[in-house]
């Protein structure tokens, strides 16, 4: 008899621990539902504007009104090519 009894608890603790992963199943299927939303909103990353000149050599971006002739971050002249313009978007 008490090995039927353990048989019956067993049987109903797994049907709370089922209820309870089905439980999370649904909260965490809505979690990805709002991610993929918020994925699918995002705006478009892409600047407006004028784009800032960008060093041939590592496309680094020029600072306004950098003074020195030779890039900050890889130390290319700019004087070798021609004079650099903002590009505008098309
Ligand atoms: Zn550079």
């Known amino acids: 008899m008490a090995a ?5 608890d067993e049987g ?3 049907r ?3 209820t309870e992963l089905e439980a ?3 909260w965490l299927e809505q979690k990805l539902k709002k991610v993929a939303f918020a994925v699918k909103v995002k ?3 892409s600047p407006k504007g004028p784009q800032r000149p ?9 600072p306004k009104g ?3 002739r030779v890039c900050l971050y890889c130390g290319f002249s700019f004087d070798v090519v021609a004079p ?3 590009r505008r978007p098309r």
């Open 4 to 8: 039927r009894r353990s048989n019956d």
């Open 12 to 14: 109903r603790e797994l």
């Open 16 to 18: 709370v621990r089922v």
């Open 24 to 26: 999370r199943v649904r």
């Open 43 to 45: 705006p478009d990353p």
């Open 54 to 62: 960008r060093c041939p050599s590592c496309f680094g971006e020029v």
């Open 66 to 68: 950098q003074r020195e």
């Open 84 to 86: 650099i313009k903002a």
